[in-house]
């Protein structure tokens, strides 16, 4: 089992900036895909960015120039910068890891994966945490 707590979410005005952090333990896998996803309530959950085993990173196109997604393999960690944010993004922010097959056991590995687990349905990534609240004001 992988555990994942993220942390950094807030209340920031239009075009701050903010940075969530996801701190990973238990039986970590370096060569885990790991990534972002956001849920407005009563919407469905969308991928935001992605980074693969190699350090290749997808992103969302309603985020791309503004978020950067980063890890810190030695301390299990992953990052989101968030700049130039706007109210849209207000939502619950997700931390996911280890990305697999939808809907199997089947561990899938490499940046195909990694990039599909984003926005499915053939990937997934199974491994959640609670998710920090991200809310920008106009």
């Known amino acids: 089992q992988v555990q994942l707590v993220e942390t950094g979410g807030g209340s920031v005005e239009a075009a701050g900036s903010l940075t969530l952090s996801c701190a990973a333990s238990?039986?970590?896998?370096?060569?885990?895909?790991m990534g972002w996803f956001r849920q407005i309530p009563g919407k469905d959950r969308e991928g935001v960015a992605a980074?693969?085993?190699?350090?290749?990173?997808n992103y969302a196109d309603f985020v791309k120039g503004r978020f950067t997604v980063s890890k810190d393999k030695a301390k299990n960690t992953l990052y989101l910068e968030m700049n130039n944010l706007k109210p849209e993004d207000t939502a619950m922010y997700y931390c996911?890891?280890?990305?697999?097959?939808?809907?199997?056991?089947?561990?899938?590995?490499?940046?195909?994966?990694?990039?599909?687990?984003?926005?499915?349905?053939?990937?997934?990534?199974?491994?959640w945490g609670q998710g920090t609240q991200v809310t920008v004001s106009s």
């Open positions: 996911a890891a280890e990305a697999r097959i939808s809907g199997t056991a089947m561990r899938a590995l490499g940046t195909q994966a990694c990039r599909g687990a984003l926005s499915g349905p053939q990937y997934e990534l199974v491994y």
């Open positions: 238990g039986r970590v896998d370096s060569s885990y895909c």
């Open positions: 980074i693969d085993m190699d350090g290749t990173t």
